[in-house]
Structures are given as structure tokens and as C-alpha cells.
């Protein structure tokens, strides 16, 4: 429920009976508003007495009571001017009273009553009672007094009844009014309170208000807990019924229209939550205007309690709630908010200062037992709570809370600690907080702490932080002696990770000493032990097979193994028992971390990572450094990838985006860029050959890559500049069994010598045909072509169906390249700086050089294969044959032929065979001139582009016949237009002339 403020209060009170009239300076006008009369009666009074003074002053009744009336009405406006009732509003009340008046009076006259006086003070009672114009009372007036007399003290009776009537404002017309005082120690403390009840009396249009008032003694406060609360209304328009409370009085004399200490406006169906009082008085003021009042409107109970809890220490002016609390005068107590546990009060300072004795080593310890305030945020922007590590404001914060908060524990690092409690307009209904505080010479001495810093607030928590590849030692608390029992130290010990670093942490046991106790199992740490967390969070074991965190005890064996972070964080938690100890002495290290898996180098600070077959590994996962993040500048990073004897290694990518622009088309110059090698022994003293297999950058997803027969290792070598970073790569490595190069069981790979020309085709379909099968995941291909010393190989791809894309304009990290499957051609087997092409697609724009490769010697390698993702395809297609390139001086063969363009000496038996022989955009073989009749074949490659020239014709054709169309129609309808006109203006013409 969120209460009204004090400027709502006052706004949406206006007409109501306790806030319309501000007292005034007369003397008369001072009635408290616990004194609740008919208002009628004292206008009554008023007008008779005026009328009664014209009378005996000669004047006509009619002439007295307008003065009368006009004369109270100059009166209300002079005496109650500041009043929040307009004028209208007064003429309309006062001329209800008029009429009731003049009827009231009329009857008491036909019954020779007297006219009921109110009963204001008694010496104005007296001479009303003394001069009433009833002729009973008259003939008990001497016969001396003369009118004149009379009519002067009816005149002063009658001013003194109006200022009256003015300055108490409209009130009920019975006592609703509800005070409880509390008494002597003996009298009761407790009791319980609810709505009135109207008992026939009516309620006017303005409505009606209670009050009601606790008032315990100096050294008590006062405590208001709602059981029923079913009013009219919903916060915050409480138009009808609400209750105001007013919590922060310092007496019950202050006036509740001037206060600003309102706590709050309620109604609807939620009851407020308990309140107590600041000082020693609580008012309720419940407004209403319903005709009939129910006990179940709102009911409660109060109860006077004892103030003794809120007095904490020596007051420290000019604050309400700000204490001094020194460690010579109470060592230990509680502290709490200071209206707990009801509803804090708003927009107020409160503070707790802390003085401890420096000259013993003193600590003050505060543990919060309970803590609800407003939460504002992560900030506290509104209620909040400031922790000071010192005696003042001005030293550093150790913690700003708000909000629930649960297991909040403090400690000082010294002697003094300062706490300041601050609230605003939260609106909130909170309770606050609760807290007990100790000073004490046992908590742990800091000076243990050598290598980190103190982590303010904590008993003995540390933080150490890296400075580059740095090292230390961290201890157990008051090393080198005994441990103290029941403590508990937590070392958070954190390595660099930006974008430059990224660094793991290593842990080494040099000493280690926590006994257990006598009679316990092996690994039974619950007499104190040590608490590691790999990944620096500390959480609850799951069971033995947790392998984020591990805890030492007992005495073990030195060494251990070293400890190493599961990232740049670890985290570690001493904690004791009953028993003591000389506790652990452990060194930890800084070094690189590069987050790769896999065997790392001893020297942490090198990127080089083994992946060993192993009986009972065959394959697992590897990635570019940090990864998924992305991965450092200026590395240089190695992958060994070894497998068994009797095993080939193979790799797949499943991601590749590397910083820069490259593709399988250009030398990765100036960006970063992976390469891949073949590593295979040289000699019997262990020197190794390594072959460049591919290089690839920017997103040129490498192909699926397995070592050939009798080469069981891979390397992969990954070099980053200083410029632009990305996420790098992820693979997947495996060793397989080795299987012979062109085995029969593979199904295809040949090794071909001794030839001058042929066919490649896989999947084995006819030549002129499409495939009519699929190639399968796995498949690995091989086919050598030798032919004689002093040739090349020459190849024209025929034909293309291999998933992938290499069109890197438009493709994703995930999809460019040919990572499902890929056709290799390795053109040069004797050096490393020849890049060897990749083949996949099935675009024209896929095929390199029309098509065509040539090999610099005679020998060509051509590799197919496919990965454990592949989808399937159409394979491929190629013709290939030997060249010669003539030198100067020299001529072909007598069984050659000479090719015009390229100057290739080719055999003769493949001019004229319908296929393109001597290379590149050189057709002479198949020229009319050499075989005297039109082309019947021609290439994969001028295949599609004579395809497209067609395509292009027909649709030149198509495109101008549907012009035409369009023109021819559009004639016809402008003529049919024009007739139509025509035609109209004819009838036209003739209806003139008939007329």
C-alpha cells in the first residue's frame, strides 16, 4: 500500500471537518480538536441573543436578524479569513443553520423551555444561563439592572458565541474521539481499538472525522497493529474513507494540519503494516461519509512498549537517531532502526559510530539479523544503509545496501566503524533493520595478509589480483603459528583477461598442515580444510565427481600435483574447526592461458598444444585461442595432431572466420591465416619434414584433411597480426585405422602411369552422362598421375557437383569454402609455396581457369574427399592429358600435334576426338581447319557460356515479341477511343438540329 503525501492529504481534505479552519490568535478560539459539539445550538445561541438585544435596544425582530446575519457573515470572513472553506460554502452552512435555528427556537419558546446552551467555558456558560430571556430567569433579575445593561452583555455574549462557532468549524455531532493514555506501571499496556458506530446519528454531505490518540509515557512508545482494514477506495484515491497516521509527533498538542511528520494515507483492502511510534504519541484520524459504520471497518490493537531498545548509545545531537557506541562502555548489544520493527519513517538521517580501542587490537563485527528496506536499484537511489570502514563518513565504503538482504555480516579492519541510515520519499512500508555488534581481540589479525589486499568488510578475505605472469605466496590466518578455530578466509586470486591477456592461475602446495580429527575416515575435512573452486565461484559439491572444486585436509604427502583454474579465476576458502594447526603455505603463478584443449607446452607462456592418440582417445574438439571469444593479437599458435603408428590423422572445421578479406585465391599476405602441414620423420635422430598442406584466412573454411598413408601427424600453425580479431575456428581432430593409398576397397583412387591421356569420374559414370549416384560421407580418394620426363599434366574439369560455395561475398562463416567436400589438386610435390587449389560448387564461377590445370612436372595429385557432415552430390568429372612446351629451336613430334595458341606439343591421337586438348581458350586440335566439320563436344566450362548465349537469344526474342504485343494493343485501344468520341459528338450535333 503506498500512503499519501502531505500535500495530498491537505488537497483532497478540503470541506472535511478537521482541516478546514487554521486557529486563530483570539484567546476563545483555542478548543482542542478532541471537543466535539453541535454546531447548530451555538448559531442558535448567537442569533437570539442578537435579536434579544434589538429588542431591548427598540429595534424590530426582522431588523435584527439581518443585522444579525449580516453581521456573522462579516465575522466568519474577518475572524476565520485563512479558512480552506470558500465563501460560498459558508453562506450555504450558515443559512442551513439559520433555518434550523429559527424552527428550534420557535418550538422552545411555544414550550417555555429554555434554548440548550453548549457547553463552552464555563464563565461564558454562566452569564448565558445568568441573562436568558426566558420569564422564569427573568424575575430572578433584580429590578435595578436596566435594559441597557442587558443589552451590552448580550452583545458581548453574542460576539463571543460567533468567534466561537467560527474558529471550531463544522464538527460531528457526537464524540468519536478515541484516547488511550498510558498509565502507571501497574495499569494496562495493551488494549485494542476499531471504527465507531453511529448509533442513529447522521453523518452531513461533508462528511465526519475521528480521532484517535495513543499518548505512553516518556519512556515508552507506542505500537499499532492492524487485524481488520476493509475500507471504501484503492491507493491512492481514497476519497471516501482513509485513515491518516501520524507517527512522528512529538506530543499530541502539535497541530496535524501544520505537521510535516504524516506518515502516510490508507485505504482499500490492505491493511497498513504495524507501526511504531517515533516518539511517545501515535494519532489516527479516520474521515469518513457513510451514512452506517460497521466495527469490522478497521480494528486493531496498540500496546505500550518498552523504549529501552532504541536507546543504543550516547545520543549525538542535533539527529534523533544518532548514537556513539564506545567499546569501554558496552562491548556487545543491538541496533536497529528507529521505528523497527514497524515502518521506518521517511526523510530521515540516522547514524552509528563505532569507537574501538586501538591500543588491543580491537575489531568490531555487525551481523544484520533482519534487513528490509526500499529497494530503489543497484544504486540505492532512495532508503539506504552506507557501511564506513573508520569513525567517520569521510573513510572508505564498504558496502551501500537496500533491499532485503540476508546473511549481511561486517567486520572493521580496524577499531571504528561508521554506519549512516538515510531515507527519502521511498514510499515504501519497510521495516528497516536489526543488527548485533561486537567488539572483540579475537577475530583474525590481518597482518598475515602479505601477497593481495584486505577485502573490506570481511574478517580475513583477500583478493589478489595479477600484474603480469606474477607470482606469490598466500598463507593460512596468523601464520607462522597455530591457526585460531571457528574462522573462516576466503583468497580470491584472479589473472589478467582482456583483450591482449587472458591468464590461468597455478597453484603449488609447499606446506601443508590441518589435522583431523582423531579417529576420522581419509577425506573426512570437517575439523577445518581448504576449499578449492577451479572455476572462482564457490558452490555446493555435487559428489566425488565434481570436478569444479576439490578440498584438502589432514597431513597429505608432498608434493601435490599443481592446481590450475579452470579459467583466469580461482577461488579458495580456509575455514577451522575446534581443532588447530599451522595451517598451508602455497605458491600460485600467473601464466598464459590460451584456453585450448589439449596437452600445453611446459612453458605456459608458448601457444603449442599436443592432441595424442591414446587407447582410449581417438577424436576430440580443438579451436583457436579463447574461443568462443575472440582470440588474442600477435599470436603464434601451434597444434600437433599425432596419431599411432598404424593411424592416419584427420581434420574437419565446423567454423572458420578469421580477421581480413582472404579466400583461396590470394596468399593471405598481411592478415591472419592458418596453415596446415604434413609432418612426417627425416632420419633416425627424430628430425621431422613438415609439408604445407593449404593455407586459408578470412572465411575460406578449409576442406576435410586427412594425412596420407604412412604420415600418421598433422600441424596445424595459426598467426594473428596486431590488427583485428575475431572467434576464430572450431574443428574436430580423429585418428584412423591407416588404409594403402589406392586400396580396392575404397571403390576409388588410382595410380596412373604410362599414359598420355584419359578420364577421371566420381562417382564412375559415362562420359557425355550424368551421375546417377551420390557421393557418401568419409570418402577418401587418391589419384597420382605420372606421365613421361619433360611433360606436364594437363586437366579440364568436365563437370562439377561438389556441395559447398565459394563465393565469399554472400556466404557465411559456416557455409563458405567446401568444409563438406572438397576435389584438391596438388600441382607441385616438391616444395611447400605452391598453394594448392581447392575445388567445390556446382557454378561455372567455381571453376578456376576455364576449367583447366597444369602441372610444372610430371607428376599430379588429385585428392577427393568428403567429411562426417557431408550431405551428398554429384560428384565430378575431368579429362586429362600430357603436355610438352616446345623450347626455342625446337619442334614437335612426328605423333604430336602443334597447338597454335598455347605452343603445347600434345599427342596426335586427340585432335579432333571433340574435346578441348591444348589448354585454355586454344581450340586449334578442334579447329574446322584440322577436322573439317563443326565441333561435336566441347567443355564442361564452354558448355555452360553457350548455354547462357541461348538462353540470352531466346530471351531477346521473347522480350520484343511482347513488346510488339503490348504496342499492337495499346493502337487499338486509342482508335477504339478516338471512334468512340467521335461517335458521341455526331449524336450531339444531331439533337441541335432536331431542336
Known amino acids: 500500500m503506498q500512503p499519501q503525501t502531505p500535500q495530498q492529504t491537505a488537497r483532497s481534505t478540503r470541506g472535511r471537518l478537521l482541516m478546514q479552519l487554521r486557529p486563530t490568535s483570539s484567546s476563545m478560539c483555542r478548543i482542542t480538536r478532541q471537543q466535539t459539539t453541535t454546531r447548530t445550538p451555538c448559531l442558535a445561541s448567537s442569533l437570539l441573543l442578537g435579536k434579544e438585544y434589538f429588542r431591548l435596544a427598540g429595534a424590530s425582530p426582522w431588523l435584527a436578524g439581518g443585522v444579525v446575519k449580516r453581521r456573522r457573515h462579516r465575522k466568519l470572513e474577518r475572524r476565520c479569513g485563512e479558512t480552506t472553506t470558500s465563501r460560498a460554502r459558508i453562506k450555504k452552512i450558515s443559512e442551513e443553520n439559520n433555518n434550523t435555528n429559527a424552527s428550534q427556537s420557535h418550538r422552545k419558546a ?68 478515541f484516547t488511550r493514555v498510558s498509565g502507571a506501571v501497574s495499569g494496562p499496556k495493551t488494549g485494542a481499538f476499531a471504527a465507531p458506530l453511529l448509533n442513529g446519528h447522521t453523518v452531513p454531505a461533508y462528511g465526519l472525522q475521528c480521532i484517535y490518540t495513543f499518548i505512553a509515557l516518556p519512556t515508552e512508545r507506542v505500537k499499532l497493529a492492524f487485524r481488520d482494514f476493509n475500507l471504501a477506495g484503492r491507493p491512492p484515491d481514497c476519497l471516501h474513507e482513509y485513515i491518516d497516521l501520524y507517527t512522528e509527533l512529538r506530543n499530541a498538542t502539535e497541530d496535524l494540519v501544520q505537521t510535516d511528520k504524516f506518515g502516510g494515507r490508507f485505504c482499500g483492502k490492505i491493511a497498513p503494516r504495524p507501526r511504531i511510534s517515533l516518539y511517545n504519541t501515535i494519532v489516527l484520524v479516520f474521515s469518513f461519509d457513510r451514512a452506517a459504520l460497521t466495527p469490522h471497518l478497521f480494528a486493531g490493537t496498540y500496546e505500550f512498549i518498552n523504549a529501552s531498545m532504541y536507546d543504543m548509545g550516547t545520543p549525538a545531537p542535533p539527529s534523533t537517531c ?9 562491548r556487545a548489544g543491538d541496533i536497529v532502526s528507529p521505528t523497527y520493527p514497524g515502518v521506518y519513517p521517511q526523510r530521515i538521517m540516522c547514524s552509528y559510530q563505532f569507537l574501538g580501542q586501538r591500543s588491543t587490537n580491537q575489531r568490531v563485527r555487525i551481523e544484520f539479523m533482519d534487513f528490509d528496506l526500499f529497494s530503489g536499484g543497484a544504486h540505492c537511489p532512495y532508503d539506504r544503509l552506507t557501511i564506513h570502514d573508520g569513525a567517520t563518513e569521510q573513510d572508505p565504503v564498504i558496502g551501500t ?54 577485502v573490506r568488510g570481511t574478517e580475513c578475505d583477500q583478493r589478489i589480483l595479477s600484474t603480469g605472469r606474477s607470482n606469490g605466496i598466500i598463507k593460512s590466518p596468523n601464520s607462522p603459528f597455530l591457526y585460531q578455530p571457528n574462522v573462516e578466509c576466503r583468497y580470491f586470486i584472479e589473472g589478467l583477461n582482456n583483450a591482449e591477456d587472458l591468464e590461468r592461475v597455478r597453484l603449488t602446495v609447499e606446506m601443508f598442515r590441518m589435522p583431523q580429527l582423531l579417529g576420522a575416515e581419509k577425506g573426512d575435512c570437517s575439523a577445518g580444510g581448504l576449499t578449492v573452486w577451479f572455476t572462482g565461484v564457490e558452490s555446493r ?182 590488427t583485428g580479431v575475431t572467434n576464430g575456428f572450431r574443428g574436430r581432430y580423429m585418428f584412423q585405422p591407416a588404409e594403402p593409398t589406392f586400396s580396392a576397397t575404397k571403390g576409388c583412387g588410382e595410380n596412373i602411369r604410362n599414359q598420355t591421356h584419359g578420364r577421371i569420374a566420381f562417382p564412375d559414370f559415362p562420359d557425355g552422362e550424368k551421375s546417377v549416384s551420390k557421393y557418401t560421407v568419409n570418402a577418401s580418394c587418391e589419384w597420382w598421375i605420372t606421365v613421361r620426363p619433360g611433360y606436364n599434366v594437363l586437366v579440364n574439369l568436365t563437370f562439377m557437383g561438389i556441395e559447398g560455395s565459394k563465393n565469399f561475398q554472400t556466404c557465411s562463416a559456416t557455409s563458405c569454402g567446401c568444409s563438406g567436400a572438397a576435389l584438391k589438386v596438388f600441382t607441385d610435390l616438391t616444395t611447400d609455396k605452391q598453394l594448392n587449389p581447392e575445388l567445390c560448387g556446382v557454378e561455372a564461377t567455381d571453376i578456376p581457369n576455364g576449367g583447366q590445370l597444369r602441372s610444372p612436372k610430371n607428376v599430379m595429385r588429385l585428392t577427393f574427399t568428403t567429411s562426417s557432415k557431408a550431405t ?73 557460356t553457350m548455354m547462357g548465349s541461348v538462353g540470352g537469344a531466346v530471351g531477346g526474342v521473347l522480350l520484343i515479341v511482347i513488346v510488339m504485343v503490348v504496342c499492337v494493343c495499346r493502337r487499338r485501344r486509342k482508335a477504339e477511343r478516338r471512334r468512340k468520341r467521335q461517335q458521341n459528338m455526331n449524336q450531339d450535333q444531331h439533337h441541335e438540329w432536331n431542336s
Not at 555480516?409 to 520519499?425: H, K
Not at 628430425?687 to 598433422?714: E, K, Q, W
Not at 579429362?879 to 603445347?904: L, M, Q, S, Y
Request: glycine letters at 8%; a negative charge; hydrophobic letters at 30%.
Open 541 to 722: 559439491s555435487s559428489g566425488p565427481s565434481d570436478t569444479t572444486q576439490t578440498t584438502l585436509c589432514g597431513t597429505p604427502n608432498l608434493p601435490l600435483p599443481a592446481l590450475f583454474s579452470a579459467d583466469s579465476k580461482i577461488l579458495l576458502k580456509f575455514y577451522s574447526g575446534t581443532t588447530q594447526g599451522l595451517g598451508f603455505r602455497i605458491l600460485y603463478q600467473f601464466e598464459t592461458y590460451f584456453k585450448v584443449p589439449g596437452i600445453a607446452h611446459p612453458d605456459s607462456n608458448i601457444c603449442e598444444f599436443r592432441f595424442q592418440s591414446g587407447p582410449h582417445i581417438k577424436s576430440g574438439d580443438f579451436h583457436s585461442p579463447r574461443h568462443p571469444a575472440n582470440y588474442p593479437p600477435n599470436t603464434n599458435c601451434t597444434y600437433i595432431f599425432e596419431g599411432a603408428a598404424n593411424e592416419q590423422a584427420r581434420l574437419e572445421f565446423d567454423l572458420f572466420r578469421l580477421s581480413g578479406d582472404g579466400n583461396y585465391n590470394n596468399d593471405c599476405q598481411n592478415q591472419d591465416y592458418v596453415d596446415i602441414f604434413e609432418t612426417s620423420a627425416v632420419d633416425s635422430r627424430q628430425r621431422r619434414r613438415d609439408m604445407l598442406i593449404g593455407r586459408y584466412c578470412g572465411t575460406a573454411m578449409p576442406a576435410p584433411i586427412i594425412s596420407r598413408f604412412g604420415v600418421h601427424d598433422l600441424k596445424l600453425r595459426f598467426v594473428t597480426d596486431a
Open 110 to 177: 411555544q414550550q417555555k423551555r429554555p434554548i440548550p446552551i453548549p457547553n463552552y467555558p464555563s464563565l461564558i456558560g454562566k452569564k448565558i444561563r445568568q441573562y436568558h430571556p426566558h420569564p422564569s430567569t427573568a424575575t430572578a433579575v433584580s429590578s435595578s439592572t436596566s435594559s441597557t445593561k442587558k443589552s451590552w452583555l448580550l452583545l458581548m455574549l453574542y460576539c463571543a458565541c460567533v468567534c466561537c462557532c467560527c474558529c471550531l468549524g463544522p464538527v460531528s455531532a457526537f464524540d468519536c474521539d
Open 322 to 330: 544518532a548514537y556513539v557506541v564506545k567499546s569501554w562502555v558496552k
Open 872 to 944: 551428398g552430390g554429384d560428384g565430378f568429372a575431368l579429362r586429362w592429358n600430357e603436355v610438352r612446351h616446345p623450347v626455342v629451336g625446337d619442334r614437335c613430334e612426328a605423333d604430336e600435334f602443334f597447338c597454335d595458341k598455347n605452343k603445347f606439343c600434345i599427342n596426335k591421337d586427340l585432335r579432333c576426338d571433340g574435346h578441348h586438348n591444348c589448354g585454355e581458350f586454344d581450340g586449334s586440335d578442334e579447329s574446322v581447319t584440322e577436322c573439317g566439320e563443326p565441333e561435336v563436344e566441347v567443355s564442361f566450362f564452354e558448355d555452360l
Open 401 to 454: 545496501n537496500c533491499g532485503p538482504q540476508r546473511g549481511l555480516i561486517v567486520f572493521s579492519s580496524q577499531e571504528n566503524l561508521f554506519i549512516s541510515f538515510i531515507t527519502n520519499r521511498s514510499g515504501g512500508e519497510n521495516r528497516g533493520f536489526h543488527a548485533i555488534f561486537e567488539f572483540s581481540e579475537n577475530y583474525v589479525n590481518l597482518e598475515f595478509i602479505t601477497a593481495g589486499e584486505h
